[in-house]
């Protein structure tokens, strides 16, 4: 296993590519990828044993100059500064790319919460808060789910926000629903995915969703939801794999069964009855048409990007590709739609629950879904242009779209 990269760098080679391509001077590209602000907060909580713990946790404010700053909230035992950092900056790059009024940020807490209780959790959460709460808010940076966070943390959020600084909802999205979240905010990160893979897999290499096999590392928020929308749209999901186990089934997995099981299993698809268990290993190497890393970072490098079969890779995780795996994909043709592009369909609903919330309105499914896919696919095509326009791949297509707009932004407001 390749040691693990500093996530930041990647980001930034990956920005080097597009910059170049817009022959962007070394003062912009210094502007552009330095964030604004970052905190490292400490957090002692007395733990359900009766215990003191000394949690750290991060959250940084990469650019705001588009609008509020906007990223989820991860806890997971790998964060680190640098990878927030990281993320913060896909953020300032995903929210461009869609054309959304926000700008990029990210938070992360390194804790383990499968070993901890609600109420640990709970805690840990209100202690973020109430550390961070005067660099947040509805015009300042707004928060949102990530890995092993949900709706219930963004409660808590919104309940610890609110102490301090009275009721506003629109300071946090991917809420309930009874508190504010918007219909459709918690499938539409998995739900974009499937509808940037359809767009990929039928409008650009023009074959048929129907009976298209697909292969999923995670079955969360993202790639739970992604597997269902694209066996609604005639996919076949035939292996999955998660930090419990993997599983497969080449005729396709049922999918409402496996999330059934994931519910009763703590998250997990190991032990499904409906397929064979396999070792997440060989997870890269499955026959497919089309792969979906929807869990961590970095998990597409030099080892395992020789092994990817498919001619397609939807990134709905975020920075899962190094530069590495970038350079192997591009030399064996493969097509790749990177994740500010491919996961932004969860940014693009957490902006209409910020509206919706601001404005004090209740928009049904429907209209939410119909919105969300009528900028994603216009997001799809104006890369696709800049794919032809110079030659390069979609994440540099992406990224040349991103830049360029985050650079004139910061001209009209006289930087
Ligand atoms: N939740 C959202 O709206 C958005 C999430 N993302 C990205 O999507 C990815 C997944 O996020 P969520 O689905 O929200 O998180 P989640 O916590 O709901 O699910 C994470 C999934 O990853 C799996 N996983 C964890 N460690 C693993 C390992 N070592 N090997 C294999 N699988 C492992 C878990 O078992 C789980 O299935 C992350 O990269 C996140 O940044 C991107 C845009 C928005
Ligand atoms: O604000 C949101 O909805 C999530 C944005 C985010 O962190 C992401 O897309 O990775």
Same mark, same amino acid.
């Given at each position: 296993m390749t040691a693990r990269p500093n996530l930041f760098e990647n980001v930034n080679r990956q920005f080097d590519e597009a910059a170049d391509l817009l022959g962007f001077s070394q003062e912009i590209r210094e502007l552009l %990828? /330095?964030?604004?602000?970052?905190? /490292?907060?400490t957090m002692p909580i007395r733990m359900d044993d009766g215990n003191l713990r000394v949690f750290?946790?991060?959250?940084? +404010?990469?650019?705001?100059?588009?609008?509020? +700053? %906007?990223?989820?909230?991860?806890?997971?035992?790998?964060? !680190?500064? !640098?990878e927030i950092r990281a993320l913060a900056s896909l953020n300032t790059w995903k929210t461009a790319v869609v054309n959304i009024p926000f700008g990029g940020a990210k938070g992360g807490v390194q804790c383990d919460p499968a070993k901890m209780s609600q109420h640990e959790l709970e805690m840990l959460t209100r202690r973020y808060i109430s550390k961070l709460s005067m660099v947040l808010g509805p015009t300042r940076d707004v928060l949102a789910p990530d890995i092993n966070t949900n709706a219930q943390t963004m409660a808590w959020v919104l309940d610890e926000y609110g102490r301090k600084n009275g009721y506003q909802p629109a300071c946090v999205t991917g809420k309930p629903l009874e508190l504010g979240g918007s219909q459709g905010r918690e499938a539409a990160t998995g739900r974009g995915v499937a509808l940037v893979a359809r767009e990929a897999w039928e409008g650009v290499l023009g074959h048929a969703m129907k009976d298209a096999r697909v292969v999923l590392q995670g079955f969360g928020n993202v790639g739970g939801h992604a597997a269902h929308f694209l066996s609604e749209l005639g996919a076949r999901v035939v292996a999955v794999a998660d930090v419990g186990g993997a599983v497969r089934r080449a005729g396709g997995l049922d999918v409402p069964a496996l999330t059934a099981h994931a519910r009763q299993r703590g998250g997990t698809v190991a032990g499904f009855p409906g397929g064979e268990a396999f070792d997440p290993v060989e997870l890269w190497s499955q026959d497919c048409d089309i792969l979906i890393p929807a869990a961590l970072c970095a998990v597409l490098d030099g080892d395992t990007a020789p092994l990817v079969r498919a001619p397609l890779v939807v990134e709905g995780a975020n920075a899962p590709t190094t530069p590495e795996a970038d350079r192997i994909f591009r030399e064996r043709g493969l097509l790749l739609v990177p994740d500010i592009l491919a996961s932004a369909g969860g940014v693009i609903v957490s902006y209409f629950e910020w509206v919706q919330n601001l404005q004090q309105q209740f928009w049904d499914e429907a209209e939410v879904f119909e919105k969300e896919e009528r900028i994603l696919v216009q997001a799809f095509r104006e890369v696709q242009a800049k794919v032809q326009e110079h030659g390069c791949t979609w994440r540099t297509a992406a990224l040349v779209l991103a830049l360029d707009r985050v650079k004139t932004a910061n001209e009209l407001r006289g930087w």
């Open positions: %990828k /330095t964030p604004y602000r970052e905190i /490292t907060v750290r946790g991060y959250r940084v +404010q990469h650019n705001g100059v588009r609008g509020p +700053q %906007k990223g989820g909230l991860r806890y997971h035992p790998g964060v !680190d500064l !640098d």
